[in-house]
C-alpha cells in the first residue's frame, strides 16, 4: 500500500500536555500492543485463506491514521490487512467503493474479510511496485524520471480514469461541492501560510486571497461531474502484469469536477513531468475522453484552462496539508515535497490575469519571483 493525502484526518493531539514523555510512550506502546493482539485474535478467526499470523508484518504507513500489513497464506499467495481503528477512521466507504469500482472493471483490491466495528479489513494484494517505484527502478536518487518508461503506464492510467468517469452516475456519491472545496482551499491560508510561513494576512491580503478562491470555485464547480477519486497519483496506482494500474486509497471518493483526477495524475506531488510531455498526456486524454462521450469541451484550450484552474486548487489544498502533517502530525518528510507543489502554484497563477494577486502575495511572503511557463 502507499501513502496518501487525506483532508479528512482528525487530530491526533488528544494526549494531556501534563503527561510526561515516558508517560506517553507506555501509553502509545500499551495501546499498539491492545490494537495488535485485537488484529492477531481477528485474522485467527478466518478460515479461509489459511493465514499464517507469524507472518504479519508492516506493508506500509498513510498520512492518515490507517495502516497496513502484510501477511503470508498457506496458498502461497499475500494478503493485505488494513487497521483503521474508529473513530479516527472508517472502513465503511473503502468498502462499498471498492465494490462499485470493481463494477466498473477497474482493478481494486477485494475485500475478503471484513470487521467495520474494530475497523479491519483482509484484502487481496496488488504487490509492492507503484508507479512511482517504477519511474524510479535503476535510477539514481537525484535522476530524473523517464517519461519513455512512464508512458505506456500512464497511457493505462488514463484508459482506466476515462472508464471510471464514463460509468459515472450522480447520487451514487457525495458531491464534491463549493463548500466541500471552499474548505480545502482554506486549509492553505491556516496550514501553510500562518503555521508554517509565520504570516498574518492584512485585511487587503486576506479579501485578495478570497478573490482568487472566489474565481478558482467559479470555474471548478462549473465542469463537468463524474466519479472522482481525488488521490489518482503515482503513489496510489500500482504497477501489474495484467489489469494495470491497480488502484489504492480510494475510500475519498466523490461525484465531482472532472479535471480533477488528471491533474492528480499528471501533476503529480511526488513526480515533476517536463511541461511539453503534461501537455501530450493532457491531449491524449482529451482525445480519448471525447471518444468515449464524456461531456468534455470540444476545444482544448478551454479544456486545459478547467485544468490548470483545479489544479491550482488542489496544489493549495496539498501545500496546506503538507504543512500540517508537519506541524500537527510531526510527518516532517513531507516538507521536502512543499518546492515542487509550489513551483505547480506559482507557474499556474502567473498564467492567468485573474490569478496573479497570488502570485503577488506569494512575492511579499516569501520574497521570490514567478518562473516562466507555457501560457493559454
Do not use: C
Not at 35 to 55: K, V
Not at 116 to 124: P, S
Not at 224 to 240: A, E, G, I
Not at 274 to 302: C, H, K, T
Request: charged share 20%; no cysteine; net charge negative.
Amino acid at each position: 500500500m502507499s501513502s496518501t493525502l487525506s483532508t479528512e484526518m482528525t487530530d491526533s493531539n488528544t494526549a494531556s500536555s501534563t503527561a510526561s514523555s515516558t508517560e506517553l510512550n507506555n501509553s502509545v506502546a500499551a495501546t499498539d500492543t491492545q490494537r495488535m493482539q485485537a488484529i492477531h485474535d481477528w485474522l485467527g478467526q478466518i478460515s479461509s485463506p489459511a493465514l499464517q499470523l507469524a507472518s504479519l508484518r508492516p506493508a506500509s504507513a498513510d498520512a492518515s491514521f490507517r495502516r497496513y500489513f502484510r501477511i503470508d497464506a498457506d496458498d502461497g499467495k499475500s494478503y493485505i490487512v488494513m487497521d483503521a481503528p474508529q473513530p479516527a477512521e472508517d472502513v465503511r466507504p473503502f468498502i462499498r467503493i471498492a465494490e462499485l469500482f470493481a463494477q466498473i472493471n477497474l482493478t481494486v483490491p477485494q475485500v475478503l474479510a471484513q470487521d467495520a466495528e474494530q475497523g479491519l479489513l483482509l484484502l487481496t494484494d496488488l504487490g509492492t511496485t507503484t508507479y512511482f517505484d517504477a519511474f524510479k527502478q535503476n535510477l539514481g536518487p537525484d535522476s530524473a524520471p523517464d517519461p519513455q518508461r512512464a508512458h505506456p503506464l500512464y497511457m493505462d492510467a488514463i484508459a482506466a480514469l476515462v472508464q471510471l468517469q464514463s460509468q459515472s452516475q450522480p447520487d451514487v456519491l457525495p458531491e464534491y461541492d463549493r463548500a466541500f472545496l471552499l474548505r480545502e482551499l482554506m486549509i492553505f491560508p491556516e496550514w501553510y501560510l500562518t503555521k508554517h510561513r509565520g504570516a498574518t494576512l492584512t485585511e487587503e491580503q486576506s479579501s485578495s486571497l478570497q478573490k482568487v478562491f472566489d474565481a478558482l470555485l467559479a470555474n471548478i464547480v462549473a465542469q463537468p461531474q463524474v466519479y472522482v477519486h481525488r488521490d489518482y497519483h503515482s503513489r496510489n496506482l500500482m504497477l501489474l502484469e495484467q489489469g494495470n494500474p491497480g488502484i489504492l486509497d480510494f475510500q475519498g471518493a466523490l461525484y465531482g469536477p472532472l479535471t480533477y483526477d488528471l491533474v492528480s495524475l499528471l501533476r503529480d506531488a511526488y513526480v515533476l513531468w517536463d511541461e511539453d510531455q503534461v501537455l501530450d498526456w493532457a491531449i491524449r486524454y482529451w482525445e480519448q475522453a471525447r471518444r468515449a462521450g464524456l461531456p468534455i469541451s470540444p476545444e482544448f484550450d478551454s479544456f486545459y484552462r478547467d485544468f490548470e484552474f483545479m489544479g491550482l486548487q488542489r496544489h493549495l489544498k496539498i501545500l496546506g496539508i503538507f504543512a500540517r502533517l508537519a506541524h500537527r502530525d510531526g510527518k516532517a518528510a513531507y516538507l521536502n515535497d512543499i518546492p515542487l507543489v509550489m513551483s505547480y502554484v506559482r507557474k499556474t497563477a502567473q498564467r492567468y490575469n485573474i490569478l496573479i494577486p497570488l502570485l503577488r502575495l506569494l512575492d511579499v511572503l516569501e520574497d521570490t519571483a514567478p518562473v516562466v511557463g507555457f501560457t493559454f
